[in-house]
Structure formats: C-alpha cells, structure tokens
C-alpha cells in the first residue's frame, strides 16, 4: 500500500517561502501524475497543483506565479516551491497520486506575522 510522508511545513511570515516535501512509498512512482492539495479549518479540502508523469504541471489561479511543484523519480519524491507566501495559503498540506490513494497525515503550513 502506497505510503506519503509530507514534511516542510512551518510558521512564517507573509511574503515568506517555504519548500515541501513528499517521500511516496511505492515500487513504482514514475508513470504516476502527482498532487498537491491542501485544506484549512473548516474548508473542503482544495487541489493546489499537479504534475504528470512527463513533467507538465498545472496549477490553481489562486497559486499560479508563486507556486512550483517538481518531482524527482529517481527518489520518489515531489516538492512544492512556495513563495510570496499569504495568509490565506496557511492550511495543512497533502500529496498524493492520480488517481488518488489513502491521505498521510500531512505538513501544515501557517503564514502569519
């Protein structure tokens, strides 16, 4: 069964960055698209970016120009970039295959002064 263990997270002021990190623990992770997705208190839980097996990405407009999400395969891992952090991006973090298996327990992220 397919693991992901977020990490990354933190307090930080606005206009701050922040990078996450996702480790996914599966036998083969290459031909996967991957997620980011992220939910705050008393939200749904929203999707923040995407990445495909090849490389392409797509974001949400709320993210686009301050977000990057990147993988790398060979260590199973896919980041999210975070810049020009705003309050209303404080939420926990997820990551996640396409199609979607079992949440972890994800990284949360707090943009405050």
């Known amino acids: 069964q397919v693991q992901f263990v977020e990490s990354g997270g933190g307090l930080v002021q606005p206009g701050g960055s922040l990078r996450l990190s996702c480790a996914v623990s599966?036998?083969?992770?290459?031909?996967?698209?991957m997620e980011w997705s992220r939910q705050a208190p008393g939200k749904q839980r929203e999707l923040v970016a995407t990445?495909?097996?090849?490389?392409?990405?797509n974001y949400v407009d709320s993210v686009k120009g301050r977000f990057t999400i990147s993988r790398d395969n060979a260590k199973k891992t896919v980041y999210l970039q975070m810049n020009s952090l705003k309050p209303e991006d404080t939420a926990a973090y997820y990551c996640?295959?396409?199609?979607?298996?079992?949440w972890g327990q994800g990284t949360q992220v707090t943009v405050s002064s």
């Open positions: 990445i495909s097996s090849g490389g392409t990405t």
């Open positions: 996640n295959t396409i199609p979607r298996a079992p």
């Open positions: 599966r036998n083969i992770f290459s031909p996967y698209w």
